[in-house]
């Protein structure tokens, strides 16, 4: 009888110990349910289709396709728009990206705080426009552009670091290297000189070594001898376009197009594949970004999320209050997260 009595109260042990691990895999991380805002054009957007996001205090800034930048200062709920049509309006010459003090184009794809400005990368189609701009709120005419429309010098931007006094330029040409304080660019790179792809898609700093995520895998540039090594298949990487890169921890991961996680061993100087297990994992990856001890995977079906900390994946969704589950980008605030979709910025409340 007693036998019986323990072996069912081992059986009720094991019936709640499973329960209960089924309901911490449910949980996740984020503690819900969530709650969002939502911002579109009704609000104050330029655009809805948010292709970049910066932080800085109280303002949100959120770069557009076709919208230009817009800046919603939090604080006191205002929207301000800024586009080629420069801030006061020059008079209409028909000619809108000769005009002065605006953004090089309204095709916005990447945003760049840095000490005293703002770096505005651009993706420009046309013909003697594009390039990089910053705005100087200090300034009587706060925002100042360069133009790239010139031999080795790429128009189509989409990424930008901060490294000392060189600002590193990805475009689809190649590396551009920019002087912050002669404001002059300085010199090129490309697959001529080492670099995987021309399609420069991520750039990330460190102190010894500059790393870039292009269309034929990552390369990597040790400073102090201005060498490249080129990371591909050999190397870990079974998906050659990589998409963002981003420091993780000690780590740095990779994310591709596909959707597949790399993190690199630098013990054996080889990408291994992550395997996540939240139910995203297939979608592809648009940009990657660690905000208060977690890691969000804008993907093209939603976004993934990790737990540096304890190692759990979680996922959100439209389904979760996403404005839409194509995620391009994320910024954190001091206890939030905004996303920027296909259509219109979402902020999730309370991260914590």
Not at 302 to 321: E, L, N, P, R
């Amino acid at each position: 009888m007693g036998g019986r009595i323990f072996s069912w109260g081992l059986v009720l042990f094991l019936h709640i110990f499973i329960l209960n691990l089924f309901s911490l895999a449910e949980a996740g991380i984020l503690k819900r349910p969530l709650s969002f805002q939502q911002i579109t054009t009704k609000d104050g957007l330029s655009s809805e289709m948010i292709s970049a996001i910066a932080v800085e205090g109280e303002e949100v800034w959120f770069g557009t396709y076709a919208g230009g930048a817009t800046l919603y200062d939090r604080s006191r709920k205002v929207f301000k728009v800024y586009t080629t049509k420069g801030e006061p309006q020059e008079k209409d010459d028909g000619v809108s990206i000769k005009w002065k003090n605006h953004p090089a184009y309204n095709h916005i794809s990447v945003i760049l705080p840095d000490r005293d400005r703002i770096w505005f990368g651009t993706y420009f189609y046309g013909f003697g426009g594009g390039g990089i701009s910053y705005y100087n709120p200090k300034k009587k005419n706060p925002w100042k552009r360069f133009n790239t429309f010139k031999k080795d010098l790429a128009k189509k931007i989409v990424a930008l670091a901060v490294d000392g006094d060189i600002l590193w330029v990805g475009s689809e040409k190649g590396l551009s290297i920019f002087d912050r304080k002669t404001e002059k660019w300085v010199s090129f790179c490309s697959t001529h000189d080492g670099l995987a792809g021309n399609f420069v898609n991520a750039i990330l700093v460190q102190p010894e070594f500059l790393w870039v995520g292009t269309n034929a895998g990552i390369s990597r540039r040790q400073k102090s001898q201005n060498t490249w090594k080129t990371y591909a298949q050999k190397e870990g990487l079974t998906d050659l376009e990589i998409k963002s890169l981003a420091k993780v921890g000690e780590r740095i991961w990779a994310g591709s197009t596909k959707g597949t996680l790399y993190e690199y061993d630098p013990a054996s100087d080889q990408w291994k594949k992550l395997e996540p297990t939240d139910p995203l994992k297939s979608g592809g990856i648009n940009s990657l970004a660690v905000i208060q001890g977690k890691v969000f995977v804008c993907r093209d079906n939603g976004v993934s999320i990790y737990g540096i900390s304890d190692g759990q994946w979680d996922s959100i969704t439209s389904a979760d209050g996403l404005a839409s589950n194509t995620v391009f980008c994320a910024a954190g605030d001091k206890d939030g997260v905004w996303f920027g979709t296909d259509q219109g910025a979402s902020r999730l409340h309370h991260l914590q």
